[in-house]
């Protein structure tokens, strides 16, 4: 007879959100992995539909319904038919760490034909150190079997805390509209065995589907801002997160890994509805990206949740004039604030606060 499973790590200080529409069948392929940990199931669409999730897991579900009562006119922040809204999930967690999955990413095999624990190779990735000052060309010097090379500043050894660790994908790659239409058969079958800390001062298009972060450390400023139903935009809601955050781990020292580990993503979207959704963020990004290259935070924010009200001044004054929408968005920014530090108190009113709320099996 077979022991009991061994305690997987963080099994009580991580959290694994998941955004949907459907039915949660793509668990069992994950139960070895997930079972042992707390879902937020972060439901879109129709509230009234029923989402089926398989027996055994320990999870709570929020659908609009349950985001309109908890947040009250703050709720104008959640984005709505659009997988933004799995922020809310970040929001409502108590636990240290979080992990966000889509619900068409299965699990992947390495080159051996092993199955991949995507989740163990995220905490990895966040329990070391990152090198976000000095880059190391032998990628991760704290994986087993590679180190500093000859060269690497003896001073920046001890690393930097690590922020946020980004999955990859095989199969679908995470490509734009233009790309999925010019290349509607290409498939990642790369499979790279490295870990690497994006520099300072590099931006990176961040993909919300195969995620980790510390929650404690950058939680405030993972907003996916405004997507979807009513937006003249989606599709970037990803982007706009992985922009804002990098600026933010940048200014606080701070290191955001990519690389390791990867998923499985088994479902191309269709091209031709992308590409009515990111139209304009193609356009608009050739602006967005030279703004968040140039920002500089006063060395007075010394608080995600201050960076992020700064971010969203500079928003404001700044891309007001390239569209409406970001005037909009700038205020969104500021309510996202809000409703994270009342769902999140700090000091001693936090050791007493719990969220209740949401569907809880």
Same mark, same amino acid.
């Given at each position: ?30 139960? %070895? ?11 879109? $669409? ?16 929020? !659908?609009?319904?349950?985001? !309109? ?43 051996? $034909?092993?199955?991949? *624990? ?6 990895? *990735? ?29 001073? /920046? ?26 290349? %509607? ?13 994006? &520099? ?11 995620? $980790? ?60 509805? *992308? ?22 935070? &006063? ?11 700064? /971010? ?32 999140? %108190? ?16």
């Amino acid at each position: 007879m077979a022991g009991p499973a061994p305690t997987p790590l963080l099994k009580d200080e991580l959290d694994i959100v998941i955004p949907t529409i459907r039915n949660l069948d793509f668990l069992e392929m994950w139960r %070895p992995f997930f079972e042992q940990y707390h879902l937020i199931i972060v439901q879109d $669409g129709d509230p009234s539909k029923t989402i089926k999730v398989p027996e055994g897991f320990d999870y709570e579900l929020y !659908n609009r319904n349950d985001i !309109n009562r908890i947040l009250g006119p703050k709720a104008s922040c959640i984005s709505f038919k659009d997988s933004a809204c799995r922020c809310f999930g970040y929001m409502v967690s108590k636990k240290k760490y979080i992990y966000t999955i889509d619900d068409d990413c299965f699990v992947a095999k390495d080159p051996s $034909g092993k199955e991949i *624990n995507a989740l163990e190779q995220h905490i990895k *990735n966040l329990l070391s150190p990152a090198t976000p000052f000095f880059f190391n060309t032998l990628y991760d010097p704290y994986r087993d079997g590679a180190d500093f090379v000859r060269g690497y500043p003896f001073s /920046l050894r001890e690393g930097a805390p690590t922020a946020v660790s980004h999955g990859l994908w095989l199969n679908i790659p995470d490509y734009d509209a233009p790309t999925q239409l010019v290349k %509607p058969r290409e498939r990642n079958t790369r499979y790279v065995d490295a870990v690497m800390t994006i &520099p300072k001062g590099t931006l990176f298009p961040m993909c919300g589907m195969n995620l $980790g972060f510390d929650r404690e450390l950058i939680g405030p400023a993972m907003y996916f801002g405004l997507m979807g139903d009513g937006q003249p935009i989606g599709r970037y809601d990803d982007m706009w997160a992985g922009w804002c955050i990098k600026v933010i781990c940048d200014h606080m020292g701070w290191g955001v890994k990519t690389g390791l580990p990867y998923i499985w993503h088994s479902k191309a979207s269709n091209p031709f509805v *992308n590409l009515k959704k990111e139209y304009k963020g193609i356009y608009w990004q050739e602006e967005l990206i030279p703004f968040f290259q140039a920002i500089k935070l &006063p060395k007075e924010c010394t608080t995600v949740q201050q960076c992020y009200l700064e /971010l969203s001044k500079e928003v404001k004054a700044k891309l007001g004039n390239v569209d409406d929408y970001f005037i909009k968005l700038a205020d969104a920014m500021v309510t996202w604030i809000e409703a994270w530090d009342e769902l999140n %108190p700090s000091g001693a009113a936090a050791a007493a606060a719990k969220v209740s709320n949401g569907l809880k099996k």
